[in-house]
């Protein structure tokens, strides 16, 4: 599989795109993205890479100061903290995420989450 995947990431690097997202949901039940793709896409790859899937300020630290990726995404992380930043500087409580608001229309789930107070 690895020579699949080391095949896919030269012909990628053919046309240069900026940037590949690896995204990992396997923390919310989908199949894992195992570490030797990731490292795969790390060693070949020559854009940028980022990063997603269950990541916590500690994890995060940890994958970017080992040089797994370039950066990490929060993506619901940032729905259910829009200061999301500031509660991983200062080690804050994260907001859980209402899983059935997510990626819906309108402003539940969006708009409504509490902030840190100042």
Known sequence: MADDYTWLVQQLNLSSP????IVDHSSMGAPIVHDSIKETFRNTFKGTLILSGGYDAKRAESDLAAGKGDLI???MGFLANPDLVQRLKTGAALNVPDRETLYTPGPKGYTDYPVLQE
């Open 73 to 75: 995404a929060f993506g």
């Open 18 to 21: 900026v940037y590949i997202h």
